[in-house]
């Protein structure tokens, strides 16, 4: 569940063809509308919710030498020097809540972060509202900054957090997420950590001329999670 | 296709992204993405060169570590694939 594809990205440009499908900038297709009020269009974007139980062998995979992992929770250190500044505001955040993860670091560097949450919540990240049982825990946030993308550290910041979770026992099943479209977020799920999709979340909302999300025109959806409009980035 | 073709190609996909000295060097049941031989960033590329390679598309069901995680285990994969 690498966010790079998804948080912080632009607002798709829109081309449309004579047939009504209208095409965005970054693969998704999506199907146009006309009413009275003049030109919509709806945009379907499909989630995939991903589950893996704890009593399956976490794999463990090998990192350069130069990559260490530190952990983050609100016991520890809440203003690690090595973590930037952008990352700050959701650095707090996530602590706020309770949740923990990990972040690695490449020769004083940030590289990248993983988090996990125990509490039933709104993600920011995915757009999904989060309900969790007691046995059951969340991950996201999943990011890799991408001059650190080869040296094995989405895989190794996973086996960390999944070891940790099984080690404490507490927790029996553990949920991800990613886009459809995300084909590497979604291998990595499935054949590095051997996660299995549970639930597909279909947000459809309507745009309106200039590409913008009409409020409350969302779908919702059922199921462990449901989607909801406050999504940051889609 | 047999099994010694099933398993050239799975060896000549991997080739192709990682060099044939990598390749020559892997067991059939040398684990390719615990050993690093193969790295997530070239997950992608993988599956789409062994859909092209083998002509068949894999469904999300079939994307499981026990499918891919070593030649031997793809190799026996897209053989039931090709053949069924």
């Known amino acids: ?234 | 296709v047999t099994t010694s073709f099933a398993n050239l190609t799975v060896r000549a996909v991997l080739a192709e992204i990682v060099g044939s000295p990598v390749v020559d060097r892997i067991a059939d049941e040398d684990r390719i993405f615990e050993r690093r031989i193969v790295d997530s960033l070239h997950l992608v590329e993988l599956i789409e060169r062994l859909e092209t390679s083998f002509g068949t598309e894999i469904d999300g069901a079939d994307l499981t570590p026990e499918n891919f995680e070593s030649i031997a285990a793809m190799s026996t994969f897209f053989e039931a694939r090709v053949a069924a």
Request: glycine share 8%.
């Open chain 1, 1 to 234: 569940v690498t966010t790079e594809q998804t948080v912080g990205a632009r607002q798709p440009v829109h081309r449309s063809s004579a047939s009504g499908a209208t095409h965005t900038s970054d693969g998704r297709t999506t199907t146009s509308a006309w009413s009275r009020l003049g030109r919509r269009v709806v945009e379907r974007h499909v989630v995939d919710v991903f589950e893996r139980r704890l009593d399956v062998p976490v794999p463990q995979y090998p990192t350069a030498d130069a990559v260490q992992l530190h952990r983050l929770a609100p016991d520890t250190d809440p203003q690690p020097a090595a973590i930037p500044v952008t990352h700050r505001d959701a650095l707090h955040a996530n602590l706020r809540r309770g949740d923990s993860g990990w972040y690695a670091v490449v020769d004083g560097r940030f590289a990248g972060w993983l988090w996990v949450s125990r509490l039933s919540h709104l993600d920011r990240w995915s757009g999904l509202r989060i309900r969790l049982r007691p046995d059951e825990a969340y991950t996201y946030g999943w990011e890799v900054l991408p001059e650190f993308r080869k040296d094995g550290i989405a895989a190794a910041l996973m086996a960390r957090l999944l070891t940790e979770l099984q080690e404490a026992g507490e927790v029996r099943r553990v949920y991800g997420w990613a886009d459809r479209d995300n084909r590497n977020s979604q291998f990595q799920l499935r054949l590095l950590f051997g996660f299995s999709p549970t639930q597909e979340v279909q947000r459809m909302r309507v745009l309106d001329r200039w590409g913008r999300a009409i409020r409350g025109s969302e779908k919702p959806a059922t199921g462990p999670v449901s989607c909801s409009s406050r999504r940051r980035d889609v």
